[in-house]
């Protein structure tokens, strides 16, 4: 009874050891970043980590840092041919994005970025793209800091937002704002009344929550946020 037990356990570790190995594929590299948010404020520079396990040198590989929420086949940081490649950056990025050349050769793929703005807030992709298995990107989600920004604009906003709803919605979805603020919000008498209401919500929010909505601002309300930004600079 034992050597059956013991030869059939011994079987299926040997079926169990060759599904796996015939679903990593050759390739058993993978690409490990964080699981939580990066947080920053506005002008830091930062690091958004990435890594090979098992170490190992990405020198003769292709390295594509992309933003996976914007609609863009442009890279936030492209390494090919063993140097980095401008001609295909999103042009917000250029001159502020490297990667750490002598870390490379231990398979440690991590990017800065410099002077973070408050624009960068967003989910950031880090691939090998000539990998293709599973496994072999990650993603890290970038928040940075809106505070300050709302603080400054605050009257300017509450007067010129109209698209109210459609961002207390983007809240609403994403888990950031409780379904009676919402309906609180969509009762108020005006754009200005419904704007001081989610002043409110969001005084009492955190970082994500203002952080999302100045997303869901630039989103809604591309040419009043420009405007705005445009003024600080
Ligand atoms: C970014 O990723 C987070 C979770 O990883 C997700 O909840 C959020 O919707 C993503 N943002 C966008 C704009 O895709
Ligand atoms: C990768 O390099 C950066 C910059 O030196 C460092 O901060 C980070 O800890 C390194 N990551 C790993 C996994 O070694
Ligand atoms: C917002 O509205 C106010 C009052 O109508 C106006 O004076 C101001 O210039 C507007 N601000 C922006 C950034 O459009």
Redesign the pocket.
Known sequence: MKTILASASLCFGILFMCVSFSTTGSSQIQVVGQTGPVVAKEGDDIILPCSLVPKGSVEDTIVEWTR??LNTNKKVHLYKDGKDTVGDQIPGYMTRTSLFKEEMKTGNISLKLSGVKLSDT??YTCRLPKENSQGTET?I?LIVDATTFLNIFRNDLIWNVTKVMPIVNGLLE?GLIQKKVKSMISTAGTHQDQMRQLFQALDEGDVEMKSAFY?LLCKHEPDLTGKLVESLE
């Open positions: 996976s929420d967003g989910n993603t989600r994403t997303s």
